[in-house]
């Protein structure tokens, strides 16, 4: 007998043991999207961005976008950074799937403490509310002070994401009595301090997570590809809503990463969306962890 041809199968969470805390990335859901540029080498040409594609054995017309939010438990808090799609990634089969994720992973959304949002865009907020309510009924939230505030001022906000501030003002400022609103270098609880990487958003915020001398850093979207993000930092990304600063964001966060050889989550990255970055001869390279961290 011909055993059946099962499909694609993943793992959706990955745990990890970082001195006295766990940290567990979640996979929310992810997609395959058509086109690289210009997402990717904005400001450079399509026939460029081809043919580093090539170079890298990735294809020019089609890359895989990975939504992973993360858990981190330091024994007295456990901590969510960012909620993934919602129910308006399920409409599209792309995401939505946190809230299951994290039963699977052996946590109950009543169990979340705090919900740390790295910036407001809807992959990163859209789970925030489910059925009309809190989707983590006792937890109080964290944000940067000025990512809350450009969003709800708009000013800053470019056109493309007139309907992301609307989701924003659907989501967010009705739970700004339960908000703990960040500048950098202030702590979400001990253990956890608010990084500034803004560029990505108005304020997009990235988070160092230390416990008994081990760390990594959470990142958000400072990389949003682990090839064309990494590898070649200079480029613009459509994604990004201030270009410029996203691109120094970017550099000086792998610069800082790749010196002092420091763990890294993204949001974005391959999952389960841990590793380090290393210099390479023109630039950096994300080097998935492999046993690093456990010893």
């Known amino acids: 007998m011909t055993a059946p041809l099962l499909g694609e199968a993943r793992p959706t969470h990955h745990r990890f043991v970082l001195g006295g805390f766990e940290v567990t990335a979640v996979l929310d859901g992810r997609s395959v999207r058509q086109g690289v540029h210009p997402t990717f080498g ?7 961005v081809a043919a580093y594609a090539k170079a890298r054995h990735l294809p020019a017309d089609r890359y895989e976008a990975v939504f992973v939010p993360t858990l981190v438990n330091t024994g007295s808090a456990l901590v969510l950074f960012d909620t993934g799609l919602g129910a308006m990634g399920r409409g599209s089969g792309a995401g939505g799937f946190l809230r299951e994720r994290l039963r699977e992973a052996g946590y109950a959304p009543e169990m979340v403490d705090v919900v740390a949002l790295t910036h407001g865009h809807p992959d990163h907020i859209g789970g925030l509310v489910e059925d009309g309510a809190p989707a983590f009924p006792n937890a109080r939230y964290a944000i940067g002070r000025a990512e809350y505030d450009g969003w709800v001022s708009g000013a800053a906000i470019p056109p493309n994401r007139a309907t992301s501030r609307e989701l924003f003002l659907k ?3 009705p739970l700004a009595e339960r908000i703990d609103f960040l500048e950098p270098g202030d702590s979400v609880v001990p253990g956890i301090e608010a990084v500034e990487a803004h560029g990505h958003s108005v304020g997009h915020m990235a988070f160092m997570v230390e416990s008994a001398g081990k760390s990594v850093l959470l990142w958000g979207d400072v990389a949003n590809h682990c090839v064309f993000s ?8 459509g994604f990004d809503d201030d270009k410029a600063r996203a691109v120094a964001t970017r550099e000086r966060i792998l610069d800082w990463a790749a010196s002092d050889a420091l763990a890294v989550l993204g949001f974005h990255m391959p999952f389960p969306s841990v590793g380090f970055v290393e210099r390479a001869a023109d630039g950096y390279r994300f080097v998935p962890e492999t046993n690093r961290l456990a010893v």
């Open 42 to 48: 904005h400001d450079r040409s399509e026939a460029d």
């Open 171 to 173: 989501l967010v400022p």
């Open 230 to 237: 990494v590898e070649r930092p200079q480029w613009q990304v």
